[in-house]
């Protein structure tokens, strides 16, 4: 299978007539409630289930992503439509667990082994317990590992070496607070201007509240068919999205302060183009992780849709709204559509599925077929899925 040091050894997802997406759903993004993650993670599961024209008796495997709920949270939730016997896999990687739990579901349908396989990630607010504060270890710094502290020194560096302004980089949150008032799925639903978000609460450095992603819950799901099961079930063609592409790695030591994090996206991104066979600037759509306003352009020039050092130049003349050149986070991102973690990364590849189909109601990207969902998760890690429209 592939990893960012594999990626040449031949599109493993073209076997057994392709993977595709046949069916999305999700619970809208919310602040947190006393809702069970059971009710958000249905509605999504029963959503995908009506939009593929797949029942549930037919689904094989799952594999549930999420970071907060606790250990075997997916039998819990799907016995609800039926015990079935189906496989049922946790997958847990922060931001990416949702990511990875559809990685996992594509190479299961890719191998042969299922023909219809569910991706569902689903979470609660937790408390955000990580991994790397318990490694044994004393630490230089209370604040070195805050992602808020080190992506408000990577934005000073990104302004000072780009010659871009605070305003430029505060023009992400106005694009994708702009396009999530456009998705009723998301966890913000105003348009916000300029001077509201550079005059929101200061989190730390030129990082403004209304420049930084909430945390919340929700649910997003994925109906995964092989191209074989597609004619034997019967389902319509024509609105089963192909994933072309499926890479993931892990960082490696950096540099300079920060550098590693945009070179495992930079990597990762380069590994997913070649096993899909396009080049960065043939994507119509890209969603990726905006946590923080200066990701999003660190990351589209490390992606490569616009030229090194020409991120903020290329939101500010419009190439990264939806109907310009490659609408970046159309769904309106991490910072508009929200971050609930384990359902983030299905999120992501939902609303490309809609926007191929030509389905995103309000908020369509005209005559895109090509796609890139792109996400890290803390440690940190990396996954890229290539979508295209169908033929």
Request: glycine share 12%; net charge neutral; charged share 20%.
């Amino acid at each position: 299978m592939s990893n960012t040091n594999q990626s040449t050894a031949g599109n493993w997802l073209d076997a057994h007539g392709g993977v595709f997406i046949a069916g999305v759903g999700l619970h809208p993004y919310q602040f947190p409630t006393e809702t069970p993650y059971i009710e958000l993670g249905l509605r999504a599961v029963r959503a995908a289930l009506e939009d593929s024209g797949v029942s549930w008796a037919r689904v094989q495997s799952a594999y549930v992503g999420t970071t907060s709920i606790g250990m075997a949270a997916g039998r819990v939730m799907l016995r609800h439509l039926g015990s079935t016997g189906l496989a049922v896999t946790q997958v847990e990687n922060a931001s990416a667990s949702g990511s990875f739990a559809f990685r996992q579901a594509c190479m299961e349908v890719a191998s042969g082994m299922s023909d219809v396989v569910l991706a569902v990630g689903v979470d609660k607010h937790g408390d955000g317990r990580r991994a790397a504060n318990k490694d044994g270890l004393e630490r230089l710094s209370e604040t070195a590992t805050i992602p808020a502290v080190k992506f408000a020194m990577m934005a000073r560096t990104y302004l000072r070496e780009r010659g871009a302004s605070v305003e430029e980089m505060a023009g992400v949150a106005v694009k994708n607070h702009g396009n999530a008032a456009r998705n009723p799925f998301a966890q913000f639903r105003k348009p916000r201007t300029l001077e509201q978000v550079l005059a929101s609460p200061r989190v730390v450095g030129d990082l403004t509240v209304q420049q930084c992603c909430p945390r919340g819950e929700g649910a997003a799901a994925v109906m995964l068919v092989s191209g074989n099961a597609i004619r034997k079930l019967g389902l319509d063609a024509r609105r089963c999205v192909r994933v072309k592409a499926s890479v993931a790695g892990s960082e490696r030591p950096e540099v300079q302060y920060g550098d590693s994090a945009v070179e495992l996206v930079r990597t990762s991104a380069e590994a997913a183009f070649e096993q899909a066979g396009i080049a960065p600037k043939e994507l119509d759509l890209l969603e990726l992780h905006d946590a923080f306003s200066v990701e999003e352009l660190l990351y589209s020039e490390a992606i490569g849709v616009c030229d090194p050092g020409e991120g903020a130049r290329y939101l500010a003349r419009g190439a990264s709204h939806i109907g310009g050149r490659c609408a970046i986070n159309a769904s309106g991102g991490l910072i508009g559509m929200g971050h609930p973690l384990g359902p983030t990364g299905i999120g992501q590849l939902a609303e490309i599925t809609r926007q191929l189909r030509g389905e995103a109601e309000g908020r369509q990207h005209p005559n895109a077929r090509w796609g890139m969902a792109h996400m890290i998760g803390l440690g940190s890690v990396s996954v890229a899925h290539v979508l295209s429209a169908s033929a």
